[in-house]
């Protein structure tokens, strides 16, 4: 983090390639750092000048006085990896190559070559690189303008990153009109080293940004992409505008860059399942800052619509109903008090049309009677032409109003002033006072729904998931027999191949029989009983149903026959060069009442395995017929999956059908979720169908391509998996034994029980202040940790948690802070010993640097402990603390 540091917080910055010629870059980015009164040296280092804007140039890097934080390349391409490292002799540590010096994208070698050979240079000195293709960064809060825009951002709380330089100027733009300002805003350009994942590290404990906004065209590294994101998301609201949604976007966006496309699904469910939220518009982008840049986090959905018009006000409830969003319930002493400020005829109810003859000072008095309440949680107030009332006196009205008033600092008002020439003035006193203001009801209620969808995905993501105890499948036979196929070169398998795999893992499948011919058929159907399907066997025609090879219920011998028959002479006909392998044969399955539905897995290019749930039709298409999510999944997660399939109408539910059962496919997703992560050789896998009828799960077929994998197992998920590997068993002073493990999600209820049998003394030493009862967000985040960057290991006796270690890396993952909490009863039973042994093993496997830990002075047990397995300790008295470092000599 420390060479982000020196780019996001530099103290000085060397301009090569800078030019007093106004047409150049190197002219401009001089001239946007003077401009900015930037409060550090500026080094312009060029052969053509002496000076450049009044300031002493130098010949060349070597002259430069000071070796600078930054150095900004304004330089032609082909001399830029000389340059980079000229830079790195000199000790210069972040570069940021500006746009106009990248050679073009569209020559995809040249590209990726100028990359890496910007890279090899840039890895020798340890140095970062910002782009190639970058407008460069601006830094309001440091008066830094490193970039080459013509307009420059104003302070603010709001961080933007991106890989468009022409996204960066239009927002820019726009923001300046909206006088929305911004924290940080950086250009990433290709992105080729420092990218998306490290700067959310690093602005997720900004105390500058309070949100995030990012423009991605695409992402490289997804599994470190989805550990920042996730980690930020939950302490910064983030915004994702994804281009490339159509085949021919995502085509034209890796025409600008270099990293893989990957179905829009799949990059849809990784921004969900971080934690943030995506917007698919400019217009929704425009929307989402301006209600990010002056809005609270909502408590609630309930919404209340103030207007004097009924007509758009019954355009924002619709588009409120569209989207799933809450009218607030005004309670009987709102109406009443309302009742006796506005005329007798009004709507008494919300939205509150407090009627067209309305002035300024009846908003005035509805809005403090609104304020006064606790009804709503978020308030559109909106204002259509009127004769009767100056639409710009009333715009000043509410916002005296809503200064004065306390309650209005804790919820989120909204206003839309509809029209042009008769509004404007109105919209830019909301401005003026921070408040979000709109053109359009639709636009507002975008806005406002924006705030709720990043609530309720936050909530759903932090569900406990139900505990359904481990799925014991037979793993060492499924990895024999998944071996065995390989080493005899089959690669694709049908329902009866994978039927004993699928069996391990417990799901139920039906009993298939292989016949050569029709009369082999015939007499297999005669054994098994009728009615009966008879499918076509062949490796080389994936999708049956194109050709009819797939008949069912045949209820006798003659049926058998000719459709065997007419299913083998139609593939003569139309592929005559495939190989036969036979006649599938199965028993027909009860499909009265039942729905049939498709599940699958796929490889992405960007985030690797994913799965896939939709109904089950002729012409499946992914974006069209399914949702996506990534693995690993619980309960909570598979739950949201379903639920997603049936609020988009991938799976429809029904009346003629018996209903789906929510937690019996949910359990079938997680279940196929384990699979993936026991089985890396597994590349594809498809149900079709999965016949659902209420709690009865049966798959009718299936197909599996398998492969050898070559590649890191642990890396080939975005997120990482339950590390199961880390599981041990112990044994305590007393002989009892316990079992070491990392922390569960569905640990929450386990672990509550946990911290209430902790004295109120030891839980002071641990957290160094009064704990009381922790809420469900609370023990969210010490359940559902991210183990790619975070490890707790419980100590389990007798399903109950007597221990946790816990040990939290940086985002350079060098070093770790550790904490232990023993149970108040269960001390000097030799648990912490035990906790920190283990805490002390994960740090060398994850080869950290050094753990640190802070305590007490008052925490004897913990500072003996400490001491006892080599830390050393360093007594902070004016602080009250202890600092405990044990070194690791892993970097």
Same mark, same amino acid.
């Given at each position: 983090m420390s060479k982000i540091a020196a780019l996001l917080k530099p103290t000085s910055i060397a301009v090569i390639g800078a030019s007093n010629n106004s047409q150049r870059i190197g002219y401009i980015v001089i001239r946007n750092l003077l401009s900015g009164c930037f409060n550090g040296p500026i080094i312009p280092v060029t052969p053509k000048y002496t000076a450049v804007a009044g300031i002493l140039a130098y010949r060349n890097i070597d002259a430069m006085p000071i070796t600078p934080d930054i150095a900004i390349l304004c330089t032609r391409a082909e001399f830029n990896p000389d340059i980079i490292t000229q830079l790195g002799e000199k000790g210069v540590k972040t570069v940021i190559i500006i746009a106009a010096t990248m050679m073009s994208a569209s020559s995809d070698s040249n590209a990726i070559n100028y990359h890496q050979q910007i890279l090899i240079n840039a890895k020798r000195h340890n140095m970062r690189i910002i782009g190639p293709n970058s407008m460069g960064i601006i830094l309001p809060w440091l008066n830094l303008n490193a970039s080459v825009s013509p307009i420059t951002a104003n302070k603010g709380n709001i961080a933007f990153i991106s890989q468009s330089a022409a996204v960066c100027t239009t927002i820019l733009d726009w923001a300046q009109n909206k006088q929305i300002g911004f924290s940080t805003f950086i250009s990433l350009g290709d992105a080729c080293d420092i990218n998306f994942a490290e700067l959310l590290d690093f602005l997720s404990q900004d105390t500058k940004t309070d949100a995030i906004l990012l423009y991605i065209d695409s992402i490289n590294d997804a599994r470190q992409f989805m550990s920042a994101a996730r980690a930020a998301a939950r302490n910064r609201r983030i915004l994702v505008l994804k281009s490339g949604r159509t085949m021919a976007g995502r085509a034209a966006a890796l025409l600008h860059t270099i990293g893989e496309g990957g179905l829009d699904e799949v990059y849809d469910a990784a921004i969900r399942r971080s934690g943030m939220l995506r917007v698919h518009t400019t217009h929704d982008l425009f929307a989402a800052v301006e209600t990010l840049a002056h809005s609270v986090p909502l408590r609630g959905e309930r919404l209340v619509i103030l207007t004097n018009g009924g007509g758009p006000a019954i355009m924002a409830v619709d588009a409120l109903s569209d989207r799933g969003g809450k009218l607030a319930t005004l309670s009987?002493?709102?109406?009443? !008090?309302?009742?006796?400020?506005?005329? &007798?005829?009004?709507? /008494? &109810?919300?939205?509150? %049309?407090?009627?067209?003859?309305?002035?300024?000072?009846?908003? !005035?008095?509805? #809005?403090?009677?609104? +304020? %006064?309440?606790?009804?709503?949680? &978020? +308030?559109?107030?909106?204002?259509?032409?009127? &004769?009767?009332?100056?639409? $710009?006196d009333t715009a000043k009205i509410i916002t005296e109003t809503l200064h004065q008033h306390p309650r209005s600092q804790r919820i989120n008002v909204l206003t839309n002033w509809s029209g042009e020439n008769e509004a404007a003035e109105a919209r830019s006193i909301f401005t003026q006072a921070r408040l979000p203001t709109y053109r359009t009801p639709e636009s507002a209620i975008s806005a406002f729904m924006h705030l709720v969808e990043y609530r309720r995905n936050?909530? /759903?993501?932090?569900? $406990?998931?139900?505990?359904?105890?481990?799925?014991?499948? %037979? #793993?060492?036979?499924?990895?024999?027999?998944? @071996?065995?196929?390989?080493? /005899?070169?089959? @690669? !694709?398998?049908? $329902?009866?191949?994978?039927? =004993?795999?699928?069996?391990?893992?417990?799901? $139920?499948?039906? =009993?298939?029989?292989?016949?050569?011919?029709?009369?082999?058929?015939?007499?297999?159907?005669?054994?098994i009983g009728y009615p009966v399907a008879v499918k076509l066997r062949s490796a080389d025609i994936r999708h049956k149903s194109e050709i009819h090879g797939v008949v069912l219920y045949l209820r006798d011998a003659n049926e058998v026959a000719n459709a065997a028959d007419a299913i083998l002479s139609r593939v003569a006909l139309h592929y005559p060069s495939a190989r036969i392998d036979g006649l599938l044969i199965q028993r027909m399955a009860d499909r009265s009442g039942a729905q049939e539905l498709r599940i699958g897995i796929r490889n992405d290019p960007v985030f690797g395995p994913v799965i896939i749930l939709g109904e089950e039709t002729i012409h499946w298409n992914i974006e069209r017929d399914a949702v996506v999510a990534l693995p690993p999944l619980n309960m909570a997660l598979a739950r949201y999956m379903v639920i997603n399939a049936l609020k988009h109408h991938k799976i429809k539910q029904r009346s003629s059908l018996e209903q789906i059962s929510i937690p019996a496919l949910s359990r079938l997703l997680v279940t196929i979720s384990q699979m993936i992560i026991d089985c890396p050789e597994i590349r594809a896998f498809d149900i079709h169908p999965l016949l659902v009828s209420g709690n009865e799960l049966t798959i009718i077929d299936a197909s599996m391509d398998i492969a050898e994998f070559d590649g890191d197992i642990q890396q080939r998920l975005a997120i990482r998996p339950y590390p199961k590997e880390y599981e041990q068993p112990c044994q305590l002073k007393d002989g009892k034994q316990i079992l070491l493990r990392p922390i569960l999600p569905e640990d929450e209820p386990a672990h509550k029980a946990f911290i209430n049998q902790v004295s109120e003394e030891d839980l002071y030493k641990r957290f160094f202040s009064d704990v009381g009862e922790l809420n469900h967000e609370a023990l969210a985040k010490f359940t559902q940790i991210d183990y790619d960057r975070e490890m707790a290991f419980v100590a389990v006796y007798q399903d109950m948690i007597i221990g946790v270690a816990r040990a939290l890396s940086d985002a350079d993952n060098t070093e770790a802070e550790f904490a232990i909490l023993v149970r108040s009863d269960m001390k000097g039973c030799g648990l912490g010993g035990i906790l920190m042994t283990k805490l002390i093993d994960y740090a060398h496997q994850q080869r950290l640097a050094r753990l640190t830990g802070m305590t007490m002075p008052t925490n004897r047990g913990m500072i003996t402990l400490a001491q006892k397995m080599g830390f050393s300790i360093d007594v902070q008295l004016a602080d009250g603390v202890v600092e405990m470092l044990l070194e690791l000599n892993h970097h």
């Open positions: 009987a002493d709102t109406i009443q !008090r309302l009742s006796a400020v506005l005329p &007798a005829y009004w709507s /008494q &109810a919300n939205p509150i %049309d407090i009627m067209g003859d309305a002035n300024s000072d009846r908003y !005035r008095q509805v #809005l403090t009677i609104l +304020l %006064d309440s606790d009804d709503f949680d &978020a +308030l559109l107030i909106m204002h259509s032409p009127s &004769a009767i009332t100056n639409s $710009t936050q909530r /759903q993501l932090m569900e $406990t998931p139900v505990s359904i105890g481990e799925i014991s499948a %037979d #793993l060492h036979y499924v990895r024999n027999e998944i @071996h065995r196929l390989l080493q /005899q070169n089959i @690669h !694709r398998l049908e $329902t009866h191949e994978i039927r =004993p795999l699928l069996t391990s893992y417990g799901f $139920t499948t039906l =009993p298939t029989w292989i016949a050569s011919d029709a009369a082999e058929a015939v007499h297999i159907a005669e054994q």
